[in-house]
Nanobody, 115 residues
Framework: QVQLVESGGELVQPGGSLRLSCAASGSIGRINVMGWYRQSPGKQRELVATITSSGGTNYAGSVKGRFTISRENAKNTVALQITGLKPEDTAVYYC?????????WGKGTLVTVSS
């Protein structure tokens, strides 16, 4: 089993910055993809960004240039640096890990962008 724990969500003013972190523990496959998804009220969960164990990244078009995903393989952590926050970025952000056909989710961390 794999456990994912997110942290870093908070209330931020528009234009502000934030760093989300996720720590993975358990039986983690050496080859995996870690990522962030988000879900706003009344909307489906959507991809934000992913990063492979070799460092390849993928971003949703709506966050390119504002969000940066990174990871530390030795610590099994993934981070999401967010700048230029907009009210529409308000959502619960979920950490995800996919490996060898299995997918795991964290419980989420709430990011609220409001003045």
């Amino acid at each position: 089993q794999v456990q994912l724990v997110e942290s870093g969500g908070e209330l931020v003013q528009p234009g502000g910055s934030l760093r989300l972190s996720c720590a993975a523990s358990g039986s983690i496959g050496r080859i995996n993809v870690m990522g962030w998804y988000r879900q706003s009220p009344g909307k489906q969960r959507e991809l934000v960004a992913t990063i492979t164990s070799s460092g390849g990244t993928n971003y949703a078009g709506s966050v390119k240039g504002r969000f940066t995903i990174s990871r530390e393989n030795a610590k099994n952590t993934v981070a999401l640096q967010i700048t230029g926050l907009k009210p529409e970025d308000t959502a619960v952000y979920y950490c995800n890990l996919r490996s060898y056909g299995m997918a795991y989710w964290g419980k989420g961390t709430l990011v609220t962008v409001s003045s």
